[in-house]
Each structure stands twice: as C-alpha cells, then as structure tokens.
C-alpha cells in the first residue's frame, strides 16, 4: 500500500522568504503527483500537478518531481502571510486507486 | 463553472441515527471518491466509484457504504452513526488520473 510522508511537520518563514516542503512516496509506479493547499476548516485548493520528473512551475509555487529518488517537492516564493495554511502533498497510481495523501506540512507566514 | 457540490455542510446526528451525505458533480466525470479527514491521521480513501453502480471499497469502508444511481450523484451513507464517525468527509471525482476536483466538505458531529 502506498505510502505519503511529509517533512517538516511545521514550517514558519519570514514574508518574503523561500519555503521547501518536502514529499516522499513508496511506490514507484506513481504517476501523478498533486500539491494542494487547505485553510483552517476549509476545502482543498490545488496549486501544482506533476507527473514527469523535473520542474513544473504555477505562478509562485514550484513542484520538483524526482521518481527515481520517491520524492517530490514544493518552493513557495515570496510567500505571504495569506499562504499560512497546511500544504498536503497527494500522490497516485492511476484513478483506480484515487489519491494517497501525506499528513501535511502546517505553514505560517510572519510578517 | 466545474464544480463538486456537498450537501450538507454541517451535520449534527445522534449515534444511532442514519446519515445521508450526498455529492453532486458537473463535469460527468466516470470516476468518485468519498475521503474522511481526521487530525492525524490525514484524508482517508472511504470508497471509490467507477460509474453507476460500480463502486469498490477504498481503504477505510467499514461503517459505510454508498449509492451511485446517476454518474452526477455520488453517495455516503451511514446505517446507525457512532461517535467515532464524526469527521470532516470530502467527495472527489476525476477524468481519468489527469483532473481531481474536491468539494467543500462535510463536517459530521455524531453526539
């Protein structure tokens, strides 16, 4: 059964600062990786999807992906006190399975 | 707008008592999802829907089970509540493995 761990746990950066949150998977069968961002109490925004090794940039958010090594992960440039929010990574093996999630890396963003 | 609707948003239930959650979808997506989300323990996969009545357990099924009569509608019911099923459920549905769309959410208090 596939498993998703997150690192760190927690996470405080200065505004302005570069924020890494790190994913590892145990299937290396996964072809579709998701990092989404959720607000206290509130649904689940998406911010990148990957599914080739390498680099796939959306706006302020930048997903590497490196299947050889299980692992994927998200830079937050510029972050800003709106981007304090718990950043799950989410991984899949196709459809069928749906999507495995991580426990999440808990950001906050300090003026 | 493309978009996966939850009703309710907020539910209180006595242990015991029958629950409905349901979730509709405008993108005749083939493929849905029920997930729970628990502190600590992350979105757990409840079940999985391929089409009409073609629905198969996901990770978590005990207590639950679910009815896909239409491909729009997709849902989660609970014979006889316990306590341990409060959760936040989230429903999902997918083109394929390319496209996941989540709901909002249902907050569920089994008192």
């Known amino acids: 059964q596939q498993k998703v761990q997150q690192s760190p746990e927690s996470l405080t950066v200065s505004e302005g600062a570069m924020a890494s949150l790190n994913c590892t998977f145990s299937?290396?069968?996964?072809?579709?990786f998701r990092w989404y961002r959720q607000h206290s109490a509130k649904g689940l925004e998406v911010l990148v999807s990957?599914?080739?090794?390498g680099e796939k940039e959306e706006g302020r958010f930048t997903a590497h992906l490196n299947r050889a090594n299980l692992h994927v992960s998200l830079h937050i440039r510029e972050p800003q006190p709106s981007d304090s929010a718990v950043y799950l990574c989410a991984v899949s093996m196709g459809y069928a399975q749906g999507l495995t999630f991580g426990l999440g890396t808990r950001v906050s963003v300090f003026p | 707008d493309m978009k996966v609707t939850q009703m309710p948003r907020y539910l209180i239930k006595r242990m015991g008592e029958n629950v409905l959650l349901e979730c509709g979808q405008d993108?005749?997506?083939?493929?849905m999802y029920w997930y729970r989300q628990d502190p600590g323990l992350g979105l757990q996969l409840i079940y999985i829907s391929y089409d009409v009545d073609s629905n198969s357990e996901g990770d978590i099924p005990k207590g639950y089970r679910v009815s896909r009569k239409k491909r729009e509608h997709f849902s989660l019911i609970l014979d006889s509540a316990k306590t341990n099923q409060t959760s936040v459920y989230f429903c999902?549905?997918?083109?394929?493995?390319?496209?996941?769309?989540f709901g909002s959410g249902t907050r569920l208090l089994v008192i």
């Open positions: 990957i599914f080739s090794d």
């Open positions: 993108m005749s997506h083939e493929t």
């Open positions: 299937d290396g069968t996964s072809n579709n």
């Open positions: 999902a549905s997918s083109f394929g493995n390319s496209d996941y769309t």
